[in-house]
């Protein structure tokens, strides 16, 4: 669901940051410094992952570039800094990194402790399925869905297909080995995973149904210092939503 809302190595003319580098995250000192710091994912496809030339690219990754584009007219002024899903917060907290965009959903209890930005796309909880019979989330009413243990999209199809069983599994790969032995007919996940994963598995398709809207948004810490930064995002995000840029880059990278 598009938003409609409102050392260091050489990679494709930008710097991969590979163990964590003091920065500071007020406007200022970003422009004097020349260059961006992000915190991205590296293996979330099509956010941010590693393709078969070995290249970082994906969804975020443009983003971060158009935002050094834009900040320093040069896309290559960036440095990307990969974290795990629990790092990707403490990163900024911890000035590894001037900002994240790594798939990160504004919530309440993230609110406490940094600042968003304006969200630039809607993430939520879909379903892929191998069957050809299934065609819509209709058709899952009485169905075995694979989920992952612990996940928010338990409680969300549970609520939405009270006659399914729903069966949970630690990871995508041992759902994706459930659903190829035939144990369950369809998985539900973020609609960012999911996604790519049809990617990566062309013979599954993404169900046009979507649960819930979960914006993702650019992460900065909390302070009046940053008040530049974050005013200087919003007022960018805005823009590339307006001049449509935004939903481009989404269809590009597969996102629905």
């Known amino acids: 669901m598009r938003f409609s809302l409102l050392g260091c190595g050489v990679l494709l003319g930008m710097h991969l940051v590979a163990s964590p580098v003091v920065v500071s995250a007020d406007l200022e000192t970003i422009q004097e410094r020349g260059y961006l710091v992000v915190a991205v994912k590296d293996n979330w496809r099509p956010l941010g992952f590693i393709d078969e030339d070995g290249d970082l690219v994906g969804f975020e990754i443009d983003i971060a570039s158009r935002l050094a584009e834009t900040l320093f007219d040069d896309a290559s002024a960036v440095q990307f800094y990969p974290v795990s899903n629990q790092d990707r917060i403490p990163a900024v907290l911890n000035d590894e990194a001037d900002i994240a965009i790594a798939g990160i959903s504004i919530t309440a209890m993230r609110q406490r ?55 949970g599994f630690p990871s995508y790969k041992a759902a994706y080995e459930a659903a190829e032995a035939g144990q369950v007919s369809a998985i539900a996940g973020d609609v960012t995973v999911l996604a790519g994963w049809v990617q990566e598995y062309p013979e599954y398709r993404l169900l046009p149904s979507i649960l819930t809207a979960e914006p993702l948004a650019i992460t900065l810490p909390k302070g009046n210092q940053y008040g530049e930064l974050r ?25 629905p």
């Open 231 to 255: 005013r200087f995002i919003n007022m960018t995000l805005e823009q590339w939503h307006e001049e449509g840029w935004l939903e481009e880059r989404a269809t590009y990278w597969g996102l």
């Open 113 to 167: 402790i940094v600042t968003f930005s304006t969200p630039y796309y809607l993430d939520g909880t879909a379903f892929v399925t191998p069957s050809p019979d299934i065609q819509d989330i209709t058709d899952l009413r009485q169905e075995t869905i694979a989920l992952i243990e612990g996940s928010d999209a338990v409680t969300h199809v549970d609520y939405t297909l009270p006659l399914a069983d729903l069966v």
